[in-house]
C-alpha cells in the first residue's frame, strides 16, 4: 500500500475551541460593562449570535457539499454540463424574442388590444421574466462552475512559469501577502459587484459588531467568481501554502470585529485593525465601501479606499432586513436580485442589476418608480 499524505489541516477549524472562548470572554466583559455605560451595538443578542454561529456552521459545511452538488453542471466535466449550457442559451432567446414582442405591440403594464390579440405586450413581458431569470440562474450556474474548475490551485500548479518556491518561511510569508493581496481585491469586488455583494451580503447583515459577527460567514461562494487565489501557484507558490495562508488570513480576520479595543497608534499605519474594521462594516454614508484589507490596510491606503474611523460606526445594511432567520438573511439580495431581473425589460438592464453594484440597482429602481409615476 502506498503511503497516505493527508492535506494540510483547516486552521479555522482547528481554531473552533478559541473561538468560543474569545466569545465568552468578550460577552462576560461587555455584559460587566452594560451594567455601567448601557448597551451598545457590540453587546450580544440571542437570536443575532445564533444566526451568526448558524452561518459559521453553514460556511464549514458548504465546502463540502457545493461543489460536490454542482460538478454534475460543470460544462466540460459533469455529465449535465452541457444540458445547461443549452438551457442557459435556450433561455436567453426565449427572452430576447420575448423582449422584441413587448417592444414591437407597445403595450404598457395593464395590457392592451393590438392585431386583436388582446393583452400581447403583457404576455410577452410575463415570459420574458420567467426565461430571464431561468437565462440568469443557468448562465450564472454554467460560468461560475467553469471558472471554479479552471482556476482551483492544483490545475494552476501544473501551469506554474516560476520555480516551486518551496516550504519554508520566506514561502510561507509570500503566500500569506500574496493571499492578502488578492484577499483585498475580491473584498473590493464583492462590494462593487452585485452578484457577489449577494455571496458576503451576509457577512454585514447583522446591527451587532462582536467577536460572533466574525463567524457569520458566506455559505455561497461556489456562487461566485473571484479573483483565483490559486493563481499564486503560477508564481511558484505550492497548493499546501496557499491553504495555510488562507487559514492565517481568516484568524487575523476574527480578532477586528469588536468594539473592545480601541484605537491601537502607529500599528495602523500599516495592520487592519478593530478600529479600520468598524469603519468596513458601518452603514455610514461615509463608511460605505471602505477598509477591505484583510491583514494589511495598506492595499487601501495605496488604492483609494482607506477611511479613518471618526464618527461612530451605525452596523448593518443601508436597508436592513430586520430578519435574524438564518435562510433568509442568506437569500433575501438573491431573491431581490431575481425580482429585478424579472421586473427588467432588456438585456442590458438585466446584466445590469446583476454585475453593476447594489447601490446602481437601488438608484436604477428609484429611477424607475419616478418616471412611472411621472406617466
Same mark, same amino acid.
Given at each position: *500500500?502506498?503511503?497516505?499524505?493527508?492535506?494540510?489541516?483547516?486552521?479555522?477549524? &482547528?481554531?473552533?475551541?478559541?473561538?468560543?472562548?474569545?466569545?465568552?470572554?468578550?460577552?462576560?466583559?461587555?455584559?460587566?460593562?452594560?451594567?455601567?455605560?448601557? @448597551?451598545?451595538?457590540?453587546?450580544?443578542?440571542?437570536?443575532?449570535?445564533?444566526?451568526?454561529?448558524?452561518?459559521?456552521?453553514?460556511?464549514?459545511?458548504?465546502?463540502?457539499?457545493? %461543489?460536490?452538488?454542482?460538478? %454534475? $453542471?460543470?460544462?466540460?466535466?459533469?455529465?449535465?454540463?452541457?444540458?445547461?449550457?443549452?438551457?442557459?442559451?435556450?433561455?436567453?432567446? &426565449?427572452?430576447?424574442?420575448?423582449?422584441?414582442?413587448?417592444?414591437?405591440?407597445?403595450?404598457?403594464?395593464?395590457?392592451?388590444?393590438?392585431?386583436?390579440?388582446?393583452?400581447?405586450?403583457?404576455?410577452?413581458?410575463?415570459?420574458?421574466?420567467?426565461?430571464?431569470?431561468?437565462?440568469?440562474?443557468?448562465?450564472?450556474?454554467?460560468?461560475?462552475?467553469?471558472?471554479?474548475?479552471?482556476?482551483? @490551485?492544483?490545475?494552476?500548479?501544473?501551469?506554474?512559469?516560476?520555480?516551486?518556491?518551496?516550504?519554508?518561511?520566506?514561502?510561507?510569508?509570500?503566500? #500569506?501577502?500574496?493571499?492578502? $493581496?488578492?484577499?483585498?481585491?475580491?473584498?473590493?469586488?464583492?462590494?462593487?459587484?452585485?452578484?457577489?455583494?449577494?455571496?458576503?451580503?451576509?457577512?454585514?447583515?447583522?446591527?451587532?459588531?462582536?467577536?460572533?459577527?466574525?463567524?457569520?460567514?458566506?455559505?455561497?461562494?461556489?456562487?461566485?467568481?473571484?479573483? @483565483?487565489?490559486?493563481?499564486?501557484?503560477?508564481?511558484?507558490?505550492?497548493?499546501?501554502?496557499?491553504?495555510?495562508?488562507?487559514? &492565517?488570513?481568516?484568524?487575523?480576520?476574527?480578532?477586528?470585529?469588536?468594539?473592545? #479595543?480601541?484605537?491601537?497608534? @502607529?500599528?495602523?499605519?500599516?495592520?487592519?485593525?478593530?478600529?479600520?474594521?468598524? &469603519?468596513?462594516?458601518?452603514?455610514?454614508?461615509?463608511?460605505?465601501?471602505?477598509?477591505?484589507?484583510? #491583514?494589511?490596510?495598506?492595499?487601501?491606503?495605496?488604492?483609494?479606499?482607506?477611511? %479613518?474611523?471618526?464618527?461612530?460606526?451605525?452596523?448593518?445594511?443601508?436597508?436592513?432586513?430586520?430578519?435574524?432567520?438564518?435562510?433568509?438573511?442568506?437569500?433575501?439580495?438573491?431573491?431581490? *436580485?431575481?425580482?429585478?431581473?424579472?421586473?427588467?425589460?432588456?438585456?442590458?438592464?438585466?446584466?445590469?442589476?446583476?454585475?453593476?453594484?447594489?447601490?446602481?440597482?437601488?438608484?436604477?429602481?428609484?429611477?424607475?418608480?419616478?418616471?412611472?409615476?411621472?406617466?
Amino acid at each position: *500500500m502506498g503511503e497516505h499524505r493527508s492535506g494540510p489541516r483547516d486552521l479555522t477549524v &482547528v481554531a473552533v475551541p478559541f473561538y468560543f472562548a474569545s466569545m465568552a470572554a468578550e460577552y462576560l466583559w461587555l455584559r460587566r460593562r452594560a451594567t455601567r455605560r448601557g @448597551p451598545t451595538a457590540g453587546n450580544y443578542e440571542r437570536r443575532d449570535t445564533v444566526a451568526s454561529l448558524t452561518m459559521g456552521v453553514g460556511s464549514l459545511v458548504a465546502p463540502l457539499v457545493v %461543489p460536490t452538488l454542482l460538478r %454534475p $453542471f460543470t460544462p466540460g466535466r459533469g455529465r449535465y454540463g452541457r444540458a445547461l449550457v443549452t438551457a442557459a442559451l435556450g433561455a436567453v432567446a &426565449v427572452t430576447t424574442v420575448a423582449d422584441m414582442v413587448a417592444r414591437r405591440t407597445g403595450g404598457d403594464d395593464a395590457g392592451d388590444d393590438r392585431d386583436g390579440e388582446p393583452g400581447t405586450a403583457r404576455g410577452a413581458r410575463r415570459v420574458a421574466a420567467a426565461a430571464g431569470v431561468a437565462a440568469v440562474v443557468t448562465g450564472g450556474v454554467a460560468v461560475t462552475t467553469t471558472w471554479a474548475a479552471r482556476t482551483s @490551485p492544483e490545475r494552476l500548479w501544473r501551469y506554474r512559469f516560476l520555480p516551486a518556491a518551496g516550504t519554508g518561511p520566506r514561502a510561507l510569508a509570500l503566500a #500569506i501577502v500574496g493571499w492578502d $493581496f488578492i484577499y483585498y481585491w475580491n473584498h473590493r469586488l464583492m462590494h462593487e459587484s452585485r452578484y457577489m455583494w449577494a455571496v458576503h451580503v451576509v457577512h454585514h447583515s447583522s446591527e451587532h459588531y462582536n467577536l460572533s459577527t466574525a463567524l457569520r460567514q458566506p455559505v455561497a461562494d461556489a456562487l461566485g467568481t473571484s479573483v @483565483p487565489y490559486g493563481a499564486l501557484c503560477l508564481l511558484g507558490i505550492p497548493p499546501d501554502l496557499i491553504v495555510a495562508a488562507r487559514g &492565517v488570513n481568516l484568524l487575523y480576520q476574527f480578532w477586528i470585529h469588536t468594539e473592545t #479595543i480601541g484605537r491601537m497608534g @502607529p500599528p495602523e499605519a500599516v495592520l487592519n485593525t478593530p478600529s479600520h474594521h468598524r &469603519v468596513h462594516h458601518g452603514s455610514n454614508a461615509k463608511y460605505i465601501d471602505r477598509n477591505h484589507g484583510s #491583514i494589511l490596510i495598506v492595499w487601501d491606503r495605496l488604492f483609494g479606499t482607506f477611511e %479613518p474611523e471618526d464618527e461612530r460606526p451605525v452596523y448593518g445594511l443601508t436597508k436592513n432586513i430586520d430578519t435574524f432567520n438564518a435562510g433568509r438573511i442568506m437569500t433575501h439580495e438573491y431573491a431581490e *436580485m431575481l425580482r429585478d431581473v424579472a421586473r427588467s425589460t432588456s438585456w442590458g438592464e438585466r446584466l445590469s442589476y446583476v454585475l453593476r453594484g447594489p447601490g446602481w440597482a437601488t438608484r436604477h429602481r428609484a429611477e424607475v418608480a419616478a418616471g412611472t409615476e411621472a406617466a
